[in-house]
């Protein structure tokens, strides 16, 4: 529940900061004020939702991005891709490139040209200014209505979603939270274009939409939320197979197979992460016995198992599985990797840091063996490898907060206590836990034998810090808001109270 609840008010938040003095009307709406306003937001997604950014997975996700961006000619933003850990079928893009991927949605896709239709879609809303015209179209209405609606969509399809989308609906005003059926025709043709640019199988658009459209009759009255802002899967799907029917040479004949390796260990990790329910584990069961799949598929559903096992903490379990894998595979580094996680969850820190080092060498752009790495190192006593190699991370991912976390046990464990309350504080924003952050930065900027370059960081992360708590839904905000619900309670409770009834003719609350 309060979970939900900071979901709630992280999305009420997104929509007042659209109504903050110098917005002003879409035609004018900056490329500078859309750039602000994602900043704040991507700091808002962080304290609502649980992020899946481990290295791997980040990596991943943003090279594919990158693919598109290139063929796309993206300008005014960096856009970054994240994975949510979320059931729901649902996929956002929000102001300044900022392009967000529930692990339900992900869970459907069969291919990494499927997860590609539909970045390179959210890509095109963004390049196309789509989002900046809805959200002009949504300071229209009154604040309230809007930021209901929104956070019913963020939230997903749940019966309170539903009411609190209902209910903003129901105010009589003119809101549209949705594209546009010609918004959504020109980021399907903008991703039909793209892709057939980076030598990808635009079919892949047909398949994503026939399973928005099965998913959409299946749910019948509890519509997913991607559906909300992205509506009619019917029509889409149509004009999607008009640009199919068009093509002179048939599209399968085109294109080559793509090799899904990467896509699928992507997925089974995102997958091995949520809650397990039991389901999961079955579907890979089942696909490891199916004869009709490929060896690669079948591998991949064993590796999908020994991240399960994993999460179960049943490392002897994994720990065969993934090895069975790797010697399936010799030829990926990455599966060392996992193979070295399983080997240090065992107690055999040698044999990790072996694989680790393997994998490093192997493929030096991986960051996650780089982590991995320095985690083992830390353990082996191997502290200025291990530090070098914690940097390297927090260079090349700089929002990945676990590294910061590393980074903080290191300085404090050297009596650094000043830098240590810093890195920790850093680990703490990006956790979304902003009154621990602040804690720790005012901590740090007491020490004086802080180097100017973080002092002055710190600073900055307090600046940010501040925004976040004086604006409108703000930590602040928050905290009143809790106040004065727990007031309502108690009141509550004192109406409840059995008393004996001394009028007949006095006033009645209109509630009972």
Wanted: glycine share 6%; no cysteine.
């Amino acid at each position: 529940m309060k979970k939900t609840v900071q979901k709630i008010l992280a999305m009420i938040l997104a929509v007042s900061m659209l109504h903050f003095p110098g917005v002003h009307p879409a035609a004018a709406f900056t490329v500078g004020e859309e750039r602000e306003l994602g900043e704040a937001l991507l700091y808002q997604t962080r304290l609502a939702f649980t992020l899946l950014d481990d290295p791997d997975i980040s990596q991943y996700i943003n090279r594919l991005g990158g693919e598109v961006l290139q063929v796309a000619n993206a300008q005014y933003f960096d856009y970054h891709f994240f994975v949510i850990k979320n059931k729901e079928f649902n996929a956002f893009a929000a102001p300044s490139g900022l392009i967000f991927f529930h692990s339900g949605l992900l869970e459907t896709m069969g291919s990494e040209d499927e997860l590609l239709s539909v970045m390179a879609h959210e890509v095109g809303h963004v390049v196309s200014r789509h989002i900046a015209s809805r959200m002009e179209k949504g300071m229209k209405v009154g604040i309230g209505a809007l930021a209901l609606a929104i956070a019913g969509i963020a939230l997903g399809g749940g019966t309170g979603s539903q009411a609190m989308i209902t209910g903003a609906m129901a105010t009589n005003q003119a809101l549209n939270l949705h594209f546009s059926r010609q918004d959504e025709e020109e980021a399907d043709l903008l991703s039909y274009g793209w892709m057939k640019k980076l030598g990808r199988d635009p079919a892949a658009m047909e398949k994503m939409m026939q399973t928005m459209r099965r998913i959409t009759r299946y749910r019948m009255g509890q519509v997913p939320p991607y559906l909300l802002t992205h509506p009619d899967p019917e029509a889409r799907l149509g004009y999607i197979q008009s640009l199919l029917a068009i093509e002179k040479v048939p599209l399968n004949e085109r294109y080559k197979p793509v090799d899904n390796f990467a896509f699928l260990r992507f997925k089974y990790r995102v997958m091995s992460q949520l809650e397990d329910d039991g389901q999961f584990r079955n579907y890979l069961v089942s696909k490891m016995s199916d004869s009709h799949i490929t060896q690669l598929e079948r591998n991949m559903a064993k590796y999908g198992l020994s991240q399960v096992e994993r999460e179960a903490n049943n490392h002897e379990r994994s720990l065969v599985l993934i090895k069975e894998v790797v010697a399936a595979m010799p030829d990926r580094p990455i599966l060392l990797v996992d193979l070295g996680r399983q080997e240090m969850a065992a107690g055999n820190k040698a044999k990790a840091l072996e694989l680790f080092e393997k994998a490093s060498r192997l493929d030096a752009t991986d960051l996650w063996s780089v982590f991995q790495l320095a985690t083992v190192q830390v353990e082996l006593g191997k502290v200025k490898e291990a530090e070098a190699n914690f940097f390297t991370v927090a260079r090349e991912i700089p929002e990945y907060s676990k590294v910061y976390y590393e980074l903080g046990k290191l300085r404090s464990h050297q009596g650094q206590k000043g830098e240590s309350s810093y890195y920790l504080g850093k680990y703490y924003l990006y956790e979304g836990r902003i009154e621990l952050a602040r804690k720790n930065f005012k901590l740090a900027l007491k020490d004086r034998s802080l180097s100017l370059k973080i002092a002055e960081d710190a600073e900055a992360m307090l600046d940010t810090i501040f925004r976040l708590e004086e604006g409108p839904g703000s930590v602040r905000d928050r905290e009143e808001e809790k106040k004065k619900k727990a007031e309502e309670e108690e009141m509550r409770k004192r109406r409840s109270f059995p008393y004996k009834q001394t009028s007949l003719s006095g006033p009645r609350d209109s509630r009972y």
